[in-house]
Protein backbone atom coordinates (compact mmCIF):
# COMPACT_ATOMS: atom_id res chain seq x y z
CA UNK A 1 0.00 0.00 0.00
CA UNK A 2 1.45 3.47 -0.98
CA UNK A 3 1.89 6.44 1.35
CA UNK A 4 -1.04 9.11 0.98
CA UNK A 5 0.36 12.56 0.38
CA UNK A 6 -1.69 15.65 0.06
CA UNK A 7 -1.02 19.64 -0.51
CA UNK A 8 -2.38 22.52 -1.86
CA UNK A 9 -2.19 26.10 -2.90
CA UNK A 10 -4.76 29.10 -2.57
CA UNK A 11 -5.34 30.30 -5.93
CA UNK A 12 -3.49 33.25 -7.01
CA UNK A 13 -2.36 33.38 -10.70
CA UNK A 14 1.29 32.67 -11.79
CA UNK A 15 3.95 30.80 -9.50
CA UNK A 16 7.42 31.93 -8.90
CA UNK A 17 10.84 30.26 -8.03
CA UNK A 18 10.40 30.64 -4.29
CA UNK A 19 6.77 27.88 -5.39
CA UNK A 20 8.61 26.02 -7.33
CA UNK A 21 11.37 25.00 -4.61
CA UNK A 22 9.56 25.34 -1.85
CA UNK A 23 6.58 23.47 -2.83
CA UNK A 24 6.74 22.12 -6.40
CA UNK A 25 9.81 19.93 -6.67
CA UNK A 26 8.47 17.78 -3.81
CA UNK A 27 5.45 17.31 -5.16
CA UNK A 28 6.98 16.20 -7.99
CA UNK A 29 9.36 14.20 -6.30
CA UNK A 30 6.56 12.47 -4.05
CA UNK A 31 4.51 11.55 -6.98
CA UNK A 32 6.56 8.94 -8.05
CA UNK A 33 6.08 7.21 -4.90
CA UNK A 34 2.94 7.96 -3.17
CA UNK A 35 -0.51 8.39 -3.79
CA UNK A 36 -0.47 12.33 -4.46
CA UNK A 37 -3.54 14.89 -4.56
CA UNK A 38 -2.98 17.72 -4.82
CA UNK A 39 -5.87 20.76 -4.82
CA UNK A 40 -6.45 24.68 -5.95
CA UNK A 41 -7.87 25.93 -2.69
CA UNK A 42 -9.98 28.28 -4.31
CA UNK A 43 -11.90 29.07 -1.44
CA UNK A 44 -9.21 29.98 0.62
CA UNK A 45 -8.29 32.89 -2.12
CA UNK A 46 -12.08 34.40 -1.08
CA UNK A 47 -10.79 34.83 2.61
CA UNK A 48 -8.68 38.01 1.46
CA UNK A 49 -10.36 38.59 -1.79
CA UNK A 50 -13.92 37.94 -1.78
CA UNK A 51 -15.11 41.31 -2.93
CA UNK A 52 -13.63 41.15 -6.33
CA UNK A 53 -14.27 37.48 -7.49
CA UNK A 54 -14.03 38.31 -11.40
CA UNK A 55 -10.08 36.58 -11.82
CA UNK A 56 -10.43 33.70 -9.42
CA UNK A 57 -11.36 31.14 -12.25
CA UNK A 58 -8.34 32.50 -14.35
CA UNK A 59 -6.23 32.58 -11.27
CA UNK A 60 -6.71 28.87 -10.95
CA UNK A 61 -6.23 27.95 -14.47
CA UNK A 62 -2.80 29.82 -14.35
CA UNK A 63 -1.79 27.91 -11.54
CA UNK A 64 -2.77 24.31 -12.74
CA UNK A 65 -0.72 25.04 -15.94
CA UNK A 66 2.18 26.08 -13.67
CA UNK A 67 1.98 22.84 -11.18
CA UNK A 68 1.63 20.94 -15.13
CA UNK A 69 4.77 22.76 -16.87
CA UNK A 70 6.42 21.92 -13.63
CA UNK A 71 6.10 18.45 -14.03
CA UNK A 72 3.19 17.40 -11.38
CA UNK A 73 1.74 14.20 -13.84
CA UNK A 74 -2.10 14.29 -13.99
CA UNK A 75 -1.25 10.20 -14.88
CA UNK A 76 0.07 9.85 -11.73
CA UNK A 77 -1.35 12.70 -9.09
CA UNK A 78 -4.88 13.70 -8.54
CA UNK A 79 -4.68 17.34 -9.42
CA UNK A 80 -8.50 18.92 -8.15
CA UNK A 81 -10.38 22.35 -7.24
CA UNK A 82 -11.23 22.53 -3.55
CA UNK A 83 -14.51 24.39 -4.57
CA UNK A 84 -15.59 21.24 -7.15
CA UNK A 85 -15.17 18.60 -3.98
CA UNK A 86 -18.17 20.39 -1.18
CA UNK A 87 -17.52 17.72 1.52
CA UNK A 88 -14.38 20.17 2.28
CA UNK A 89 -17.68 22.93 3.52
CA UNK A 90 -19.41 19.93 5.50
CA UNK A 91 -16.37 18.75 7.06
CA UNK A 92 -15.42 22.31 7.81
CA UNK A 93 -18.69 23.01 9.69
CA UNK A 94 -18.02 20.23 11.64
CA UNK A 95 -14.52 21.37 12.91
CA UNK A 96 -15.38 24.64 13.67
CA UNK A 97 -17.63 22.73 16.34
CA UNK A 98 -14.73 21.18 17.83
CA UNK A 99 -12.00 24.42 17.58
CA UNK A 100 -11.73 26.44 20.72
CA UNK A 101 -11.29 30.32 19.42
CA UNK A 102 -8.05 30.59 21.16
CA UNK A 103 -6.32 28.21 18.45
CA UNK A 104 -7.22 30.45 15.80
CA UNK A 105 -6.58 33.47 17.58
CA UNK A 106 -2.99 32.42 18.71
CA UNK A 107 -2.67 31.65 14.81
CA UNK A 108 0.37 33.44 13.61
CA UNK A 109 -0.26 33.77 10.13
CA UNK A 110 -3.78 34.93 11.69
CA UNK A 111 -1.87 38.15 13.37
CA UNK A 112 0.63 38.73 10.46
CA UNK A 113 -1.86 39.03 7.77
CA UNK A 114 -4.08 40.94 9.50
CA UNK A 115 -1.75 43.67 10.76
CA UNK A 116 0.05 43.42 7.16
CA UNK A 117 -3.06 43.31 4.58
CA UNK A 118 -4.63 47.30 5.73
CA UNK A 119 -6.81 47.88 2.86
CA UNK A 120 -9.37 45.41 3.21
CA UNK A 121 -11.65 44.40 6.23
CA UNK A 122 -10.07 40.70 7.50
CA UNK A 123 -12.03 41.02 10.57
CA UNK A 124 -14.72 38.03 9.03
CA UNK A 125 -15.35 34.50 10.24
CA UNK A 126 -14.25 32.54 7.14
CA UNK A 127 -10.62 34.68 7.82
CA UNK A 128 -10.31 33.57 10.81
CA UNK A 129 -11.86 30.09 10.33
CA UNK A 130 -9.02 29.58 7.53
CA UNK A 131 -7.36 27.01 9.05
CA UNK A 132 -10.06 25.31 9.77
CA UNK A 133 -10.90 24.40 6.49
CA UNK A 134 -7.35 23.84 5.74
CA UNK A 135 -7.64 21.33 8.55
CA UNK A 136 -10.94 19.82 6.39
CA UNK A 137 -8.90 20.18 3.07
CA UNK A 138 -6.07 17.70 4.71
CA UNK A 139 -7.49 15.41 6.66
CA UNK A 140 -10.67 14.67 4.28
CA UNK A 141 -8.03 12.81 2.51
CA UNK A 142 -6.55 11.00 5.47
CA UNK A 143 -2.87 11.55 4.20
CA UNK A 144 0.77 10.54 6.05
CA UNK A 145 2.09 13.55 4.78
CA UNK A 146 1.59 16.96 4.03
CA UNK A 147 4.40 18.73 1.93
CA UNK A 148 4.34 22.37 2.64
CA UNK A 149 6.32 25.77 2.69
CA UNK A 150 7.71 26.41 6.09
CA UNK A 151 5.37 29.27 6.07
CA UNK A 152 1.98 26.40 5.89
CA UNK A 153 3.51 24.90 9.67
CA UNK A 154 1.66 26.84 12.11
CA UNK A 155 -1.81 25.73 10.19
CA UNK A 156 -0.60 21.95 9.63
CA UNK A 157 -0.10 21.99 13.45
CA UNK A 158 -3.34 23.51 14.23
CA UNK A 159 -4.54 20.37 11.16
CA UNK A 160 -2.97 18.09 13.84
CA UNK A 161 -4.49 19.23 16.99
CA UNK A 162 -7.81 19.14 15.72
CA UNK A 163 -7.31 15.68 14.35
CA UNK A 164 -6.74 14.66 17.97
CA UNK A 165 -9.52 16.28 19.28
CA UNK A 166 -11.61 15.08 16.99
CA UNK A 167 -10.21 11.27 17.43
CA UNK A 168 -10.19 11.68 20.77
CA UNK A 169 -13.83 12.64 21.56
CA UNK A 170 -15.62 10.25 18.64
CA UNK A 171 -13.24 7.59 17.42
CA UNK A 172 -9.87 7.19 15.42
CA UNK A 173 -10.98 8.61 11.95
CA UNK A 174 -7.98 10.38 10.85
CA UNK A 175 -3.93 9.82 10.92
CA UNK A 176 -2.08 12.69 12.17
CA UNK A 177 0.00 13.56 8.59
CA UNK A 178 3.36 14.37 9.36
CA UNK A 179 5.25 17.66 6.85
CA UNK A 180 8.49 16.76 5.30
CA UNK A 181 9.85 20.03 3.96
CA UNK A 182 12.41 20.64 0.81
CA UNK A 183 15.95 21.75 1.33
CA UNK A 184 15.55 25.15 0.26
CA UNK A 185 12.54 26.71 1.83
CA UNK A 186 12.79 29.97 1.62
CA UNK A 187 14.31 31.62 -1.65
CA UNK A 188 15.27 35.21 -1.57
CA UNK A 189 13.64 37.91 -3.94
CA UNK A 190 15.16 40.28 -6.40
CA UNK A 191 15.55 42.77 -3.49
CA UNK A 192 16.81 40.38 -1.15
CA UNK A 193 13.58 40.25 0.88
CA UNK A 194 11.87 36.79 0.86
CA UNK A 195 10.43 36.24 -2.60
CA UNK A 196 6.60 37.16 -2.72
CA UNK A 197 4.27 38.00 -5.62
CA UNK A 198 3.02 40.90 -3.51
CA UNK A 199 6.23 42.20 -2.94
CA UNK A 200 7.05 42.53 -6.56
CA UNK A 201 10.38 40.81 -6.26
CA UNK A 202 9.82 37.55 -8.17
CA UNK A 203 10.57 35.40 -10.93
CA UNK A 204 8.38 33.66 -12.00
CA UNK A 205 7.83 30.42 -13.76
CA UNK A 206 6.05 31.54 -16.94
CA UNK A 207 8.92 34.31 -17.08
CA UNK A 208 10.62 34.31 -20.76
CA UNK A 209 14.17 33.84 -20.69
CA UNK A 210 14.73 36.88 -21.63
CA UNK A 211 12.57 38.52 -18.80
CA UNK A 212 14.46 36.50 -16.45
CA UNK A 213 17.94 37.63 -16.97
CA UNK A 214 16.54 41.33 -16.91
CA UNK A 215 15.21 40.74 -13.63
CA UNK A 216 18.36 38.63 -12.46
CA UNK A 217 20.58 41.00 -14.27
CA UNK A 218 19.56 44.21 -11.97
CA UNK A 219 18.95 42.31 -9.03
CA UNK A 220 20.49 43.41 -5.59
CA UNK A 221 24.01 41.90 -4.25
CA UNK A 222 26.17 42.14 -1.22
CA UNK A 223 25.44 46.13 -0.74
CA UNK A 224 28.76 46.52 0.41
CA UNK A 225 30.41 45.69 -2.91
CA UNK A 226 29.77 48.47 -4.40
CA UNK A 227 32.94 48.64 -6.86
CA UNK A 228 34.10 45.59 -8.84
CA UNK A 229 37.65 45.93 -7.29
CA UNK A 230 35.56 45.30 -3.73
CA UNK A 231 35.75 41.97 -2.33
CA UNK A 232 32.19 40.74 -1.56
CA UNK A 233 30.26 38.40 1.11
CA UNK A 234 28.25 35.91 -0.36
CA UNK A 235 26.65 34.76 3.06
CA UNK A 236 24.79 38.42 2.80
CA UNK A 237 24.25 38.29 -0.97
CA UNK A 238 20.68 36.70 -2.38
CA UNK A 239 22.17 35.90 -5.88
CA UNK A 240 24.27 33.36 -4.17
CA UNK A 241 21.45 32.10 -1.90
CA UNK A 242 19.96 31.48 -5.70
CA UNK A 243 23.10 30.01 -6.57
CA UNK A 244 22.57 27.61 -3.54
CA UNK A 245 19.27 26.55 -4.38
CA UNK A 246 20.17 26.62 -9.19
CA UNK A 247 23.82 26.03 -9.07
CA UNK A 248 25.72 22.94 -8.90
CA UNK A 249 28.43 22.81 -5.85
CA UNK A 250 31.45 23.23 -7.90
CA UNK A 251 29.86 26.65 -9.11
CA UNK A 252 28.74 27.43 -5.83
CA UNK A 253 32.62 27.10 -4.52
CA UNK A 254 33.86 28.66 -7.47
CA UNK A 255 31.96 32.25 -7.31
CA UNK A 256 32.02 32.33 -3.23
CA UNK A 257 35.76 32.20 -3.79
CA UNK A 258 35.72 34.77 -6.38
CA UNK A 259 33.24 37.07 -4.60
CA UNK A 260 35.78 36.99 -1.41
CA UNK A 261 38.92 38.10 -3.75
CA UNK A 262 36.74 39.78 -5.77
CA UNK A 263 38.21 37.82 -9.13
CA UNK A 264 34.54 37.52 -10.31
CA UNK A 265 32.39 40.56 -11.03
CA UNK A 266 28.67 40.66 -10.05
CA UNK A 267 27.13 40.23 -13.33
CA UNK A 268 29.57 37.58 -14.24
CA UNK A 269 28.30 35.46 -11.11
CA UNK A 270 24.82 36.76 -12.51
CA UNK A 271 25.15 34.84 -15.46
CA UNK A 272 26.68 31.50 -14.20
CA UNK A 273 23.43 31.49 -12.16
CA UNK A 274 21.93 32.15 -15.61
CA UNK A 275 22.70 29.03 -17.02
CA UNK A 276 22.03 26.34 -14.59
CA UNK A 277 18.39 28.77 -14.73
CA UNK A 278 18.32 27.99 -18.21
CA UNK A 279 18.96 24.13 -18.22
CA UNK A 280 16.70 24.03 -15.03
CA UNK A 281 13.15 25.95 -16.71
CA UNK A 282 13.84 25.22 -20.62
CA UNK A 283 11.87 22.06 -20.28
CA UNK A 284 9.24 23.67 -17.77
CA UNK A 285 8.73 26.38 -20.47
CA UNK A 286 8.03 23.68 -23.11
CA UNK A 287 5.50 21.88 -21.73
CA UNK A 288 3.83 24.93 -20.42
CA UNK A 289 3.60 26.46 -23.90
CA UNK A 290 1.75 22.70 -24.69
CA UNK A 291 -0.50 23.20 -21.86
CA UNK A 292 -0.78 26.81 -22.47
CA UNK A 293 -2.10 25.85 -26.22
CA UNK A 294 -4.58 23.26 -25.00
CA UNK A 295 -7.01 24.89 -22.04
CA UNK A 296 -9.73 22.59 -22.59
CA UNK A 297 -6.70 19.82 -21.62
CA UNK A 298 -6.30 21.67 -18.47
CA UNK A 299 -10.15 21.65 -17.69
CA UNK A 300 -10.08 18.11 -18.37
CA UNK A 301 -7.49 17.57 -15.80
CA UNK A 302 -9.11 19.31 -12.85
CA UNK A 303 -12.63 17.74 -13.48
CA UNK A 304 -11.36 14.64 -13.23
CA UNK A 305 -9.46 15.14 -10.70
CA UNK A 306 -11.87 16.76 -8.87
CA UNK A 307 -14.36 13.28 -9.53
CA UNK A 308 -11.49 11.12 -8.08
CA UNK A 309 -10.74 13.54 -5.25
CA UNK A 310 -14.81 13.36 -4.60
CA UNK A 311 -14.84 9.45 -4.03
CA UNK A 312 -12.23 9.94 -1.14
CA UNK A 313 -13.88 12.81 0.19
CA UNK A 314 -17.18 10.93 0.67
CA UNK A 315 -15.36 7.88 1.94
CA UNK A 316 -13.94 10.43 4.84
CA UNK A 317 -17.03 11.50 5.43
CA UNK A 318 -18.93 8.46 5.57
CA UNK A 319 -16.24 7.71 8.63
CA UNK A 320 -16.95 11.07 10.00
CA UNK A 321 -20.61 10.81 9.98
CA UNK A 322 -20.50 7.13 11.45
CA UNK A 323 -17.74 8.49 14.12
CA UNK A 324 -20.21 11.54 15.16
CA UNK A 325 -23.40 9.82 14.79
CA UNK A 326 -24.79 11.42 12.03
CA UNK A 327 -27.23 10.16 9.65
CA UNK A 328 -25.97 10.20 5.70
CA UNK A 329 -27.42 12.99 4.05
CA UNK A 330 -29.67 13.05 1.11
CA UNK A 331 -28.40 15.88 -1.05
CA UNK A 332 -25.41 17.28 -2.33
CA UNK A 333 -23.86 16.35 -6.01
CA UNK A 334 -27.42 14.53 -6.66
CA UNK A 335 -28.00 12.32 -4.07
CA UNK A 336 -24.35 10.99 -3.33
CA UNK A 337 -23.88 9.95 -0.17
CA UNK A 338 -20.83 9.61 2.32
CA UNK A 339 -19.97 6.13 2.22
CA UNK A 340 -21.87 5.08 -0.20
CA UNK A 341 -19.23 5.38 -3.21
N1 LIG B 1 -2.86 27.80 2.96
C1 LIG B 1 -2.32 27.28 1.72
C2 LIG B 1 -1.69 28.43 0.91
O1 LIG B 1 -1.64 29.54 1.35
C3 LIG B 1 -3.35 26.64 0.87
C4 LIG B 1 -3.99 25.44 1.49
C5 LIG B 1 -5.30 25.34 1.79
C6 LIG B 1 -3.38 24.19 1.77
N2 LIG B 1 -5.57 24.12 2.25
C7 LIG B 1 -4.42 23.36 2.26
C8 LIG B 1 -2.09 23.68 1.67
C9 LIG B 1 -4.18 22.05 2.66
C10 LIG B 1 -1.84 22.37 2.07
C11 LIG B 1 -2.89 21.55 2.56
O2 LIG B 1 -1.25 28.23 -0.20
FE1 LIG C 1 26.73 38.38 -4.93
FE2 LIG C 1 28.00 37.07 -6.81
FE3 LIG C 1 28.29 39.71 -6.59
FE4 LIG C 1 29.32 38.14 -4.76
S1 LIG C 1 29.90 38.23 -6.91
S2 LIG C 1 28.14 39.99 -4.36
S3 LIG C 1 27.85 36.48 -4.67
S4 LIG C 1 26.43 38.62 -7.12
Known amino acids: MKQRTLSGMQSSGRLHLGNYMGALVNWVRLQETHEAFFFIA????????????????EFTREMVVDWLAAGVDPERSVIFQQSRVPEH????????????????????????????IGDRDLTTYGFLGYPVLQAADILLYRPQQVPVGVDQLPHVELTREIARRFNH?????????????????RLPGLDGRK???????????????GERWDKIRTMVTDPQRVRRTDP?????????????????????????HGCRSA????IDCKKRLNVFLDNRF??????????????????????EGSRRA?????????KVYEAMKIPPFVGIGGGARPGKT
Not at 232 to 256: I, N
Request: with cysteine.
Open 263 to 266: SIGC
Open 232 to 256: GDPEVCPVYALHQAFSDSATCDEVA
Open 310 to 318: ARVAAETLG
Open 282 to 303: TPVHERRAEWTAAPERVEEVII
Open 195 to 209: MSKSYGNAVFLSDAP
Open 42 to 57: DWHALSTNYEDTSRLA
Open 89 to 116: AVLHVLFSMITPLSWLERNPTYKDQQAN
Open 169 to 185: LYSDVFPIPQTPLTETP
